[in-house]
């Protein structure tokens, strides 16, 4: 028996040592918010957190996270009060098909609770891993960089908001061009 310790909480698992995490996941309790795809670490679906590092659990043995803390997607939201990152993909429209962004979610999270200002070159390399099969790259590069925003706020949305509306109204007194606008938004 292993005990494995998911989203705060404890599961008291008899493994045989041969299940991957996602399978533990899926089959065993029915947390099915990761999602499963290649199965050979290609496509990053199945991301989750493990002690605070995005990591594929399609090739993590389950037997090997003992005493480990995971989290899945499940376990970021606050009853109904969903976490920044998730609010952020929401807000910005980077969910389309819906199939990655678990795992996307997942490997950002893990980038913002380290840097929550990280900068576009960052965001690409903690999202390598992630494919994305609609494209929807740009809303997502906006939603991470946003929900790094409120983190780094304490969660505060409202801050966040009005600190990116001085900063639009600074910006627009000075009289500058819409390019130069995107540029300073990207840093």
């Given at each position: 028996m292993k005990k494995l310790t998911?989203?705060?909480?404890?599961?008291?698992l008899d493994l045989k040592g041969h299940e991957t995490?996602?399978?533990?996941?899926?089959?065993?309790?029915?947390?099915?918010?990761?999602?499963?795809?290649?199965?050979?670490?290609?496509?990053g679906t199945c991301t989750v957190e493990i002690n605070g590092k995005a990591?594929?659990?399609c090739i993590t043995l389950a037997a090997?996270?003992?005493?480990?803390?995971?989290?899945?997607?499940?376990?970021?939201?606050?009853?109904d009060k969903l976490h920044p990152v998730q609010q952020a993909y929401v807000d910005y429209g980077a969910v389309q098909c819906g199939f990655?962004?678990?795992?996307?979610?997942?490997?950002?999270?893990?980038?913002?609770?380290?840097?929550?200002?990280?900068?576009?070159?960052?965001?690409?390399?903690?999202?390598d891993g992630n494919i994305c099969r609609c494209a929807?790259?740009?809303?997502?590069?906006?939603?991470?960089?946003?929900?790094?925003e409120v983190m780094k706020n304490g969660g505060n949305l409202e801050q966040a908001v009005v600190a990116?509306?001085?900063?639009?109204?600074?910006?627009?007194?000075k009289?500058?061009?819409y390019e130069d606008f995107l540029k300073m938004k990207q840093t």
């Open positions: 998911i989203n705060n909480k404890e599961y008291l995490l996602l399978e533990v996941l899926r089959d065993k309790l029915s947390l099915t918010g990761t999602k499963t795809a290649c199965e050979e670490s290609e496509c990591v594929l659990s090997d996270i003992e005493g480990e803390a995971v989290t899945t997607i499940e376990g970021l939201a606050d009853g990655c962004i678990p795992g996307m979610i997942m490997s950002s999270k893990a980038l913002l609770d380290k840097n929550p200002s990280p900068t576009q070159e960052e965001i690409e390399y903690a999202l929807g790259y740009p809303k997502i590069f906006d939603a991470v960089r946003k929900a790094g990116a509306q001085d900063k639009f109204k600074s910006t627009m007194a009289g500058i061009t």
